[in-house]
């Protein structure tokens, strides 16, 4: 079983939609990640979260601790938000610095 | 700006060759990484270095080296490429007390 597990894997929705992506991990941590990463390979960090909620124009990012489980929402999406977007969380038991566990990515797809 | 440079975007090399992959980056970090990247797999760790000439093995370093001899250089080298090497190659940076890490566009590299 993945210690990082994303749903959906794909998800396509019509621009101006509300978009939800959810992270669900089965290991303590002490911050998770969401990552953007563009058709061509560049990987951008879009948040870090230890708890509660995070936003960042229209996107934002919440985490339940207790529960185990993030969500990334995009409000009034965009083609532009088209991207594989990736959660990564850091294990308090990972040993080694900065050392993270990602999901497998969720590819999006916003049709104009 | 954090930048992160990778010296290839696109390699092709016959199985067999021995191969390097550089990355530096720009902001001073003491943590780097090697990843790559294969659909439906994520990202997975090959490498990471926390210090010049310090290096620990990530998940997946069978058939890889690394060589740290800058604090702003990173090398990635296949001893002997083989067809299943073929893959996305993804360099990262951070700092040692920061768990964001900054990524480098990638190297898509094929063995043929």
């Known amino acids: 079983k993945n210690e990082v597990e994303q749903s959906p894997q794909n998800l396509t929705a019509q621009e101006g939609e509300f978009i939800t992506i959810n992270c669900s991990y089965s290991?303590?941590?002490?911050?998770l990640h969401w990552l953007q990463q563009h058709p061509g390979g560049g990987i951008v960090s879009l948040f870090m979260?230890?708890?509660g909620k995070k936003k960042h124009g229209r996107l934002i990012a919440t985490i339940n601790i207790q529960e185990k489980h993030s969500s990334l929402h995009i409000t009034a999406s965009h083609p532009r938000d088209s991207a594989v977007y990736i959660c990564?969380?850091?294990?308090?038991?990972?040993?080694?610095?900065?050392?993270?566990?990602f999901g497998k990515g969720t590819k999006l797809s916003v049709k104009p | 700006d954090v930048k992160v440079t990778q010296s290839s975007r696109y390699l092709v090399k016959r199985t067999g060759e021995k191969v390097f992959l550089e990355c530096v980056q720009d902001?001073?970090?003491?943590?780097m990484f090697w990843y790559r990247q294969d659909p439906g797999l994520g990202l997975r760790l090959i490498y990471f270095?926390?210090?010049?000439?310090?290096?620990e093995k990530g998940d997946i370093p069978e058939g890889y080296s690394v060589s740290r001899e800058k604090k702003e250089r990173f090398s990635l080298i296949l001893e002997s490429a083989s067809t299943n090497q073929t893959s996305m190659y993804l360099c990262?940076?951070?700092?040692?007390?920061?768990?964001?890490?900054?990524f480098g566009a990638g190297t898509r590299l094929s063995v043929l």
């Open positions: 990262a940076s951070s700092q040692r007390a920061k768990n964001i890490q900054y």
């Open positions: 290991v303590g941590i002490s911050a």
């Open positions: 979260l230890s708890s």
């Open positions: 990564a969380v850091r294990s308090y038991y990972g040993g080694s610095q900065g050392n993270l566990i």
């Open positions: 902001m001073d970090h003491e943590n």
């Open positions: 270095s926390y210090d010049v000439k310090m290096k």
